[in-house]
């Protein structure tokens, strides 16, 4: 069952969309945006994570600056591209924090939340990994995730990152950066040969059915392990 939340900062209240499994309580995962916004694809997402027995919750990250866009990887690169240049990536963690505390505090959620995100997205759960805590997180190609590297230790709860290996913003000396300070931590990296950048993007240019697949399973069978303890 698909509807809608609204999270409560400090400085407002924002949407976020929500997918409900069939039975609970049960555990929640917060589905974190693309440049795009929270458009058709991320709900699609969400949808498959609800029917997999997640709670998925899915926040406009952009609310600050144009509330519920919802953008197209085939028509609205220029838009997307400066709405995310002009996201504050504290501000957007501390959204996503307040977002896990009210998908916890949830009377059908267990108290188990882990995070998914995918490019914008993926770098926001490495963030949130190492600044706030998780249960459980999942990056897909998180773009610049190399760039904070350095908060690697900081890093609490176990960790799964996704990359094509021919991805084209996140290049084999980034990768390799990423796997040799994050792997010894504990981080699983799982990579995918012959795939590029948003690899699992539904309809997405370089969508590779049979990696999305593949990844699907083993961010299902992560979050399995981690969140239904």
């Known amino acids: 069952m698909a509807s809608s939340v609204e999270v409560l900062v400090p400085d407002g209240t924002f949407y976020a969309y929500l997918a409900e499994p069939v039975s609970v309580p049960a555990p929640a995962v917060v589905v974190v945006q693309e440049a795009f916004g929270v458009n058709a694809d991320l709900r699609m997402t969400c949808d498959e994570l609800a029917s997999k027995g997640f709670i998925a919750v ?31 990536l504290d501000k957007a963690v501390s959204d996503l924090q307040a977002t ?18 995918f490019c914008l997205g993926g770098l926001l759960a490495y963030l949130v990994a190492a600044r706030v805590g998780v249960d459980a997180g999942v990056g897909y190609y998180g773009a610049r995730t190399d760039e904070f590297l350095g908060e690697a230790r900081a890093v609490r709860g176990p960790l799964l990152m996704h990359f094509g290996d021919q991805d084209e913003s996140i290049g084999p000396a980034a990768q390799k ?47 399995n392990q981690h969140l239904f303890e």
């Open 58 to 88: 899915s926040p406009d990250l952009y609310w600050r600056q144009q509330p519920r866009v919802e953008l197209s990887d085939k028509t609205d690169w220029p838009q997307a591209l400066a709405l995310y240049a002009a996201l504050d």
């Open 100 to 117: 896990i505390e009210q998908a916890r505090a949830m009377t059908w959620c267990t108290g188990r939340v882990g995070v998914v995100g």
């Open 177 to 223: 950066a990423i796997r040799d300070r994050l792997t010894p931590l504990g981080v699983e990296i799982r990579t995918y040969v012959g795939c590029s950048h948003a690899f699992a993007r539904h309809d997405g240019a370089h969508f590779d059915a049979g990696a999305a697949a593949k990844a699907s399973v083993r961010t299902v069978e992560f979050l």
